[in-house]
């Protein structure tokens, strides 16, 4: 009853407007300027054909009304029920015959009533650029429809309000108010219409004429617009000049404050004005030439600072520096030469050269400066003459003599070296290659290995190699045939890559017990007794149980030696090394410390320990007796060298002193 009472007011308000108003004619065309009008008319299968007919009549009375033209309004027709069809846009046509030889072309869709998908289709593909929109005209719909939608109106139709659709909902007979409130913009006295039966919708055209041809609002009313008012067809909206925004009651405007919002790009310091800013700096800086970044003012640069060196801006002032080599006396500004051999801040061994700041090095006569530029040693005979030794020249004041490595011992002829060969070995090395170690240290681990196998007598009949190396899992890096020369076995150590992760030592023990020592792996059979020498290297705890295999790999007749660095566990160690304990067992803290252990690691089996390929000779027959003399004499005459030498170097260390009283 009470939407029967409304649309009944409705009816008589549009009845009073018609009879009040004149029709219009060719001749009254609608200047209101340019408009973007879309009508989206429902043709749902409840509108019955005469209804349609009238509705096409609304539409082309309406349009017969308006200054239709690509410059002044433009006009698109969408018809919709349970789909849509764009009968045409808003670029389709500049003239009035084509539209409305358009309109009368339509043919009704005869289905539901989508009104939302509708509103939402006018709104993503009819008020569009491509389609004709133009910007800064505003954007009017008209939508028709004789029902309630089937779907929701209320958010889609908000959305498009909110681009700035200026929507107009004409209700017919069983239309939902309701709904015509959802869809239309506030206020809705002026977007709401509501009528009995399609013979009246006539009656909204005119009323919709007086809102797009009707007064400036803007001058003949009392707007309110602080700063600017704008009129559109039968309203007005405030606009704010630049660097003010509008405020909520739509109609005063407030100065945007940019330094305060951090819209802007100063290094120090902003400074506001409405809708823009200017930047600034703090005490002791200027202001670029881009207007935004702050440099510290150069008092350097003025002049007059008196400096003896350099002079170095600081904030607000300025202090003086000196080259390298002078110091800066008490005055601030005079600088000084550093004699740093007078003031005893040297390490020259004989003689110091001043320069300011800095010094060298030099020696007294008869000597000469050594490569580390400090220290001195007497003219070295062993770079001079051809001494010849196989080894290494060692020299004493004027003369020289030869010693050989640990382990070998000086021959007749004073240069040449000789060893007490060693039993032939069959040495498989485990490496530890977990993440602990680390690239650099794994590094030091391959020159000790090469270290190992220098002190070797590598051959296909001497002593074989091979190695391992175990993390997280094994892998053999080459087995005891693969190669024959110590270059060779040196070389294929240093091309091994690092494997990091963990450390399970009792896996690689398992891993050299069943298959490292195998013949098919290089080692010599059992029968020919070549000790078979198993070194473990490892720098942790490790992570599975090592007695097991341990134990089995000593009960299998092979001799183990263990090395441990830094966190290596000395328990385990022990668990793997032979006995005795002492000469199978070594540890450091240090990965450089590790050569040390390398040259002092015994892994040789003496002659007469081993049944192997090297003849045992008898101690008591004539040769041999005569070799043990050669050696003793050798002997001596090495140690009558060396008492020589440290007698010359304690002459030449009285001599020094001497010199310096």
Do not use: W
Not at 103 to 114: K, R, S, V, W
């Amino acid at each position: 009853m009470k939407m029967r009472q409304l649309g009944a007011l409705c009816l008589l308000t549009l009845a009073a407007l018609a009879s009040a108003r004149p029709k219009a004619g060719p001749e009254q065309k609608c200047k209101s300027g340019p408009v973007d009008l879309v009508f989206l008319i429902d043709s749902s299968r409840s509108v019955r054909p005469h209804e349609f007919e009238t509705m096409r009549k609304f539409m082309i009375d309406i349009l017969s009304t308006l200054d239709i033209g690509l410059n002044a309004t433009r006009v698109a027709v969408v018809q919709y029920s349970s789909q849509l069809r764009n009968e045409f846009s808003l670029k389709t046509h500049a003239k009035l015959d084509a539209m409305v030889k358009g309109i009368n072309e339509i043919i009704p869709l005869a289905q539901g009533t989508m009104t939302g998908l509708a509103i939402k289709y006018i709104m993503d593909s009819a008020f569009i650029a491509e389609e004709g929109d133009r910007p800064q005209v505003p954007n009017v719909a008209v939508i028709v429809t004789d029902g309630r939608p089937q779907d929701r109106v209320a958010e889609v139709a908000a959305e498009a309000r909110e681009k700035g659709i200026e929507i107009y909902a004409v209700g017919v007979a069983r239309a939902d108010m309701a709904s015509l409130r959802a869809m239309a913009s506030p206020p809705f006295e002026d977007h709401v219409f509501l009528v009995e039966s399609f013979d009246l919708i006539h009656q909204f055209g005119l009323q919709f004429q007086d809102k797009l041809c009707g007064m400036d609002l803007c001058l003949e009313s009392d707007h309110g617009c602080e700063h600017i008012c704008e009129s559109s067809p039968g309203s007005f909206h405030c606009l704010c000049l630049p660097g003010y925004t509008l405020n909520e009651d739509g109609k005063t405007c407030a100065a945007i404050d940019l330094c305060a919002q951090g819209k802007h790009d100063c290094e120090q310091i902003c400074v506001s004005s409405p809708g823009s800013f200017t930047c600034d700096c703090n005490k002791g800086y200027k202001l670029n030439d881009d207007k935004k970044t702050c440099s510290m003012i150069d008092y350097c640069s003025f002049g007059n600072h008196s400096c003896d060196h350099e002079c170095v801006s600081v904030l607000n002032g300025y202090h003086c520096r000196c080259n390298q080599g002078y110091r800066l006396l008490d005055d601030g500004k005079t600088c000084q030469a550093i004699d740093l051999c007078a003031e005893g801040k040297h390490d020259c061994e004989q003689i110091c050269i001043s320069a300011p700041g800095v010094f060298t090095c030099d020696c007294n006569k008869g000597f000469k400066l050594n490569k580390d530029k400090k220290t001195c040693t007497n003219m070295d005979m062993c770079n001079t003459v051809e001494h010849g030794c196989e080894h290494q020249c060692v020299n004493t004041l004027g003369s020289y003599y030869c010693i050989c490595p640990e382990g070998q011992l000086l021959q007749e002829d004073g240069k040449s070296c000789g060893t007490c060969k060693s039993a032939n070995i069959d040495l498989v090395l485990l490496i530890d290659g977990s993440k602990s170690v680390r690239p650099q240290n794994f590094e030091l681990v391959k020159k000790f290995v090469n270290q190992v196998v220098d002190s070797l007598d590598v051959s296909a009949h001497g002593t074989r190699v091979g190695l391992v190396q175990y993390s997280s899992r094994v892998r053999t890096e080459f087995p005891l045939n693969m190669y024959h020369t110590a270059e060779e076995i040196k070389a294929a150590v240093m091309k091994v890559d690092y494997m990091e992760k963990g450390t399970m030592t009792g896996l690689a023990l398992k891993h050299m017990l069943e298959n490292s020592f195998l013949e098919s792996e290089g080692a010599r059979p059992s029968s020919r007794n070549i000790p078979r020498i198993g070194l473990v290297f490892t720098d942790g705890r490790s992570q599975d149980d090592i007695t097991e295999y341990a134990k089995k790999a000593k009960e299998a007749g092979i001799t183990m030696y263990a090395v441990g660095v830094g966190k290596a566990v000395e328990d385990e160690l022990r668990v793997i090394a032979s006995e005795p304990q002492e000469k199978h067992f070594y540890y450091t803290t240090d990965f450089t410390a590790i050569s040390n252990i390398a040259e002092n690691l015994k892994l040789n089996v003496c002659p007469e320990e081993s049944q192997g390929e090297i003849e045992v000779k008898d101690p008591c027959a004539c040769e041999s007796l005569v070799e043990f003399q050669q050696a003793t004499m050798s002997s001596l005459e090495q140690l009558t060298q060396k008492l020589s030498g440290m007698t010359a170097r304690l002459e030449q260390l009285e001599n020094q002193l001497l010199s310096r009283k």
